[in-house]
């Protein structure tokens, strides 16, 4: 694993595992778990269950634990390339499960057997209704449900029944294993919930050897006593469930652990949706590339955008933990994500939409360089030079042939500062015959080099960055913004819409950019500033050194883009 965070803040979880350890209970032991179904790519919600959970087995170390518990119960949907992705996503977040690697599928005769001993105790049994008699005589919140007329079968019957659904001889839907609770509980998770069900499905560890799979609710708290796990933490939907997982953990004997639950509030994050199934949905559409697209809210994806793991984690500890639902901004991901990448990002010259400018008295066929502090944040970064001539390309934003009086950059007439060099004047811009603005001609001022004031002119307030032409590398670069125009697109799309309408035309923007030379070497997952422009990251999947691809992964917070 790696150090823990420093200083974490104290929520209500952390209150409680105190309090269990100041009484000894499990001898002062915290045995945590992340628990992900491998049905689809982990998200930035997931990241959030992540850091809790290895976080607290590094706050109380060294008697202290974390498991990854791989809950694979559902064949249909569930595939090696998930699993092989969460484990990626883990270690990239820094933390490390050791020889605690762990999955569902580990304990399946163990679970077979505690399924046959509820049996045998009269609190369980096979059903043999149709999927749709069983949701009928559910009752509803305001109703009792109505028992199956299978729910007095004798212990006998329903064993030689259960052994009978093992050995495959009957076909999906044709029964289940029900335990036997409460038809009139007011919580419907108690109404005599379903344990196994028939799925005649290949399952990636187990192959064919299994035609019967235990329920989520059957093999979580379950597995969590095989662990001996201590605290068991969920996110608020499984609160309703707890009444069933104390359930099990009372009335199976001889589990080695009795770990209780506990719930927190989800991550919910503006402009995003964070459902596997509907990422799933973006996927399959096409209106992603995949589930490691930058745009998307998967850790993967992120991870390409250019996202770090401390900026993640900081994210995850600044939200902290509450018992009710909220909207977190994202603003606030955004910002603890610039807040890492200004101490670790090196900064570059790129220029995005480039204008040619010609400094009509600066000597033809002369190049200087220019020396550079690689990150003003980071002195041990080191230093870079970068070419200047006569030729420059600058950012096409920065010039406006009519401007408000706000607009400090560059004007007909107009002074500007390059910035690290010296000042230019504006003296005649050149169109094409479509009317176009396409080369601005230059002077510079000699005398104004190293920051000095123009001598006999205004105080120059605008500073640029700029590219020299001869050396520029052209590089390809990939503005992400915004997936979704909505900032909840599935309240917006309301009962039965889809949320798909609000996926953002306009969220990614491809460019052929003018870099200084340095970026034409970006390794994968260089991370950069481009100065005045935003943070960088060279996509992990597809750049190489020689065909930079690179990925806007956070604008600056004060982007040249207002006019000032």
């Known amino acids: ?25 499990n001898e002062g032991w915290v045995i945590t778990r992340f628990p992900p179904e491998p049905n689809g790519y982990l998200h930035i919600g997931h990241a959030k269950s992540i850091c809790l959970n290895f976080g607290l087995a590094l706050e109380h170390a060294p008697k202290s634990r974390c498991h990854l518990r791989f809950d694979d119960t559902n064949p249909t949907k569930e595939e090696v390339e998930y699993v092989e992705s969460i484990q990626t996503d883990v270690q990239w977040l820094g933390f490390s499960w050791g020889k605690h690697l762990h999955y569902a599928s580990d304990y399946f005769e163990t679970l077979y057997g505690y399924a046959q001993q509820l049996i045998s105790k009269g609190l369980a049994y096979v059903d043999e209704q149709s999927p749709e008699e069983m949701r009928a005589n559910r009752g509803s919140l305001t109703a009792p449900g109505i028992p199956s007329p299978c729910r007095e079968r004798s212990a006998a019957e329903n064993q030689a029944l259960f052994a009978e659904m093992r050995a495959g001889k009957f076909k999906e839907g044709a029964c289940v294993l029900r335990a036997k609770i409460d038809m009139a509980s007011p919580n419907m998770n108690l109404r005599d919930p379903v344990l196994y069900r028939i799925l005649h499905a290949h399952h990636h560890r187990t192959g ?7 329920m989520y609710d059957f093999a979580h708290p379950l597995s969590d006593a095989l662990e001996q796990i201590t605290h068991s933490l969920c996110t608020l939907e499984f609160e309703h469930h707890r009444p069933l997982y104390e359930w099990l953990i009372e009335h199976v004997d001889g589990l080695p652990g009795h770990p209780y639950q506990r719930e927190f509030a989800r991550l919910n994050l503006t402009y995003t949706v964070l459902s596997k199934r509907k990422l799933l949905e973006l996927v399959k559409d096409g209106l992603v590339t995949g589930w490691d697209d930058p745009r998307m809210p998967t850790i993967s ?28 901004e994202l603003a606030l991901l955004e910002h603890c994500v610039r807040e890492d990448l200004n101490r670790v990002a090196n900064r570059v010259y790129v220029v995005l939409r480039p204008i040619k400018v010609v400094l009509t008295n600066y000597p033809e066929g002369q190049v200087e360089f220019i020396e550079l502090t690689n990150n003003p944040e980071n002195l041990e970064a080191g230093k870079r030079s970068v070419p200047l001539s006569r030729e420059l390309y600058i950012e096409a934003d920065d010039f406006r042939e009519e401007a408000a009086a706000d607009f400090f950059r560059l004007v007909p007439g107009g002074e ?13 811009v050149v169109k094409d015959a479509a009317g176009q603005v396409v080369e601005l001609h230059c002077t510079y001022d000699e005398a104004t080099r190293h920051g000095a004031k123009p001598v006999g002119r205004p105080k120059v307030k605008g500073t640029i960055h700029w590219v020299s032409a001869a050396q520029a590398a052209d590089v390809e670069v990939r503005l992400y913004d915004k997936l979704f125009t909505e900032p909840q697109p599935e309240e917006a799309a309301g009962e039965g819409g889809d949320f798909r309408q609000f996926v953002n035309p306009a969220s990614m923007e491809v460019l052929t950019a003018k870099a200084e030379p340095s970026v034409q070497h970006a390794l994968p997952g260089a991370l950069y500033q481009f100065e005045r422009v935003g943070y960088f990251c060279a996509d992990t999947k597809e750049s190489k050194p020689g065909a930079p691809i690179l990925n806007r992964t956070v604008a600056l917070k004060d982007s040249f883009a207002k006019g000032k």
């Open 301 to 328: 994806g992120i991870r390409r955008r250019g996202y770090t793991p401390a900026a993640v984690r900081q994210f995850c500890e600044t939200v902290g933990l509450t018992k009710f639902p909220s909207l977190t």
């Open 208 to 214: 064919d050897a299994w035609c019967i799979y235990p």
């Open 1 to 25: 694993m790696s150090d823990a965070p420093a200083a974490p803040h104290r929520d209500f979880i952390r209150e409680l595992i105190d309090a269990d350890v100041a009484a000894q209970r």
């Open 416 to 428: 500007v500062r390059l910035k690290y060099a010296f000042c230019i004047i504006c003296q005649e």
